[in-house]
Structure formats: C-alpha cells, structure tokens
C-alpha cells in the first residue's frame, strides 16, 4: 500500500471519528427549554420613567403595580431620575401599572398574560 493511501485512510478514520464524538456530544446536550425547565419558569419585568405633562421627571411619585389574579398591589417610590422597577412578574397574570404623585394620577396600563414579551418599558405620565 503506498503512503499516500495509508494516510488518506487515517485520515478518513479520523473524520469519521470526530464525526461520531460529535453526534454523541449533541445527543447528550440537554436541549433549550429542557435547560430553561430546569431553572424554572422565566419571570418578567417592567421599569419605566414617571413624568409630568410637561415631560419633566417626576422623583417620589408612587407607582403602583396590581396583580389582576390576586388583586395584591405592589408599589414603588420613583427614583431621583423619575424611574421605577418592578422584577420577578409572573408571565401568566395580568397586570395593571399608574403612578400617584401630589393628588395626580398616570393613567392606567396594562400588561397582558398574552403578552409572550419577558420586559417591558411603561413611561408613566401624571396628569394636571
């Protein structure tokens, strides 16, 4: 057998080889949701900016989150920059978001459990 062939031959073996590793590599790796099962169910969140009608921030404004399954209410003071945060959100209950500031109220939003998005940006603007 000449050279040429004997290493043509090895080569090929590697090839084949490598191409069986890999198989069994992917075979073994977990796939995506399996992965995403594993750490539990994805949560959501929602942050925005309070402002005022004249588009000015708004800082100490309360902003108000309902939980429409169970009606609880979460709330939350705006920063120094007017913005608010709230983490850790089912995906599958509807929400309601306003902010409350010197008697003036945002109107009210909402966030849908058909909704497939995982964040959200609600600016809220208090009115006169």
């Not at 084949?16 to 198989?23: D, H, N, R, T």
């Not at 108000?64 to 920059?81: A, G, P, R």
């Not at 909704?115 to 609600?122: L, T, V």
Request: aromatic share 8%; with cysteine.
């Amino acid at each position: 057998m000449k050279r040429t062939d004997l290493l043509l031959r090895s080569f090929a073996g590697k090839v084949i080889l490598a191409s069986c590793a890999m198989v069994a590599v992917a075979g073994a790796a977990p796939s995506v949701s399996a992965v995403a099962e594993q750490r539990g169910p994805v949560q959501r969140v929602v942050q925005g900016k309070v402002t005022d009608s004249g588009g000015a921030i708004v800082k100490g404004a309360v902003v108000y989150l309902k939980d429409d399954h169970s009606l609880t209410v979460k709330s939350f003071f705006s920063d120094d920059e007017g913005a608010y945060r709230f983490g850790q959100l089912a995906q599958n209950t509807d929400y309601e978001i306003w902010a409350e500031s010197n008697g003036k109220k945002s109107a009210v939003k909402t966030i849908s459990s058909f909704d497939n998005k995982n964040q959200f940006f609600i600016d809220l603007k208090i009115g006169k």
